[in-house]
């Protein structure tokens, strides 16, 4: 089993998530925040994973407060803006860290695996990982790359 398959994570509703679940499947994780810049993205994102779930294509949101305190609220105030104000359905995960000893282990590995330029450091909030379906990292992609940017290379991975 690839080892990002054997990390785990805590849902937004605080379930242990395994990364096992998504097996088989292409996984785009990204540290989003409610009160960015980038947060709109959320529609792009949500947009790419209701065209290419029947696909395998699954996006994971990972909610984090390092940059700027973009995300300062609670869970269900993270919920609000996801799942109401941008109609997100794809899984969002509890607020965690990205960088620092603190760093979730799932941004730990994916940093080593795609360093990036910052020396294995994330920038800022919306850093996207691309999963391939057997668990291996593909493509890092910056904050500023848009969702609908990554489409070509999301069809690429779902070999579609």
Known sequence: MA???QLAATSLGGQLISMK?????VVLVVNTASHCGFTPQYNGLESLYKKYAPQGFVVLGFPCNQFGKQEPGS???IAQTCFINYEVSFPIFEKVDVNGSSAHPIFRYLKNELPGLMG???KWNFTKFLVGR???PLK?????TTPE???TIILSALQI
């Open 3 to 5: 080892p990002f398959h």
């Open 21 to 25: 679940d998504y097996a088989d499947k």
């Open 75 to 77: 869970a269900e105030e």
């Open 120 to 122: 294995g450091r994330i």
């Open 134 to 136: 057997d668990g291996k």
């Open 140 to 144: 890092r992609f910056a904050p500023f």
């Open 149 to 151: 940017k990554m489409e």
